[in-house]
């Protein structure tokens, strides 16, 4: 079984659609993470969200929203897709305490045309 | 804030030599310190992380990084490299009491010759 999922795995679109990235981690983990990776391989956190709260929310344009239904699952939302938003994106998952491992799922490349 | 630099943007090495990769950090204090491998269209795997304690970390698949606080610097170790290990190995930091909100490094890429 799969520790933490992501859907879909490509994404290609064209500028100004909105699209959602699903994540879904079966780890048991409280705290669950976005991050994004740019063409020159630069990883970013954007998000973090610890039993469905909003932990961290780095200066991100505000086109991307997260939502956490249920602690299993943290989905990203993005509006008015922009060329630069180009990128890998990856879930991550941890326990949330304060010596712990995060868990990453496989990423989602994001394309905008 | 910290962060960290990997000096290293690409390095290659011989099947069977020893490696070296350099990562080094800024932080007031103790950090968080972590690498992470990242196989072509894989997400990322922890190798190893120090939190605290004996300086030498060991890790999986035959890997060991050192903390060296006067240096600031963790490096990446291994003393005999397979084809396999050719990845992209990222160095990450954490503030103290923060291990949520890692910092990465730019990454190395390191390629492995038969």
């Known amino acids: 079984d799969t520790a933490v999922s992501q859907t879909p795995k490509y994404l290609v679109t064209q500028m100004g659609n909105d699209k959602s990235i699903k994540c879904e981690q079966n780890l048991g983990h409280d705290t669950m993470y976005w991050y994004k990776q740019d063409s020159k391989k630069f990883l970013k956190i954007m998000f973090s969200?610890?039993?469905?709260?909003?932990?961290i929310n780095e200066t991100v344009p505000n086109r991307f929203s997260p939502k956490s239904p249920d602690k299993a699952h943290l989905n990203l939302h993005i509006n008015s897709l922009e060329l630069g938003d180009s990128a890998v994106y990856f879930c991550?998952?941890?326990?949330?305490?304060?010596?712990?491992?995060?868990?990453f799922g496989p990423g989602t490349r994001l394309t905008v045309l | 804030a910290q962060s960290v630099t990997q000096p290293d943007i690409h390095i290659t090495v011989s099947e069977g030599a020893s490696l070296e990769l350099r990562c080094n950090y800024s932080?007031?204090?103790?950090?968080?310190l972590f690498w992470y491998v990242q196989s072509p269209g894989q997400g990322l795997q922890l190798l190893l992380k120090y939190f605290s304690g004996d300086t030498l970390v060991q890790g999986i698949k035959g890997f060991e990084a050192e903390f060296k606080r006067s240096q600031s610097s963790f490096n990446l170790r291994k003393p005999s490299v397979h084809w396999s290990d050719a990845a992209e190995y990222f160095c990450a930091v954490a503030a103290t009491g923060t291990a949520s909100k890692l910092t990465f490094g730019t990454g190395t890429r390191l390629q492995v010759t038969l």
């Open positions: 969200y610890n039993n469905k709260e909003l932990i």
């Open positions: 991550a998952s941890s326990h949330g305490g304060d010596a712990d491992t995060q868990y």
């Open positions: 932080y007031g204090a103790t950090p968080y």
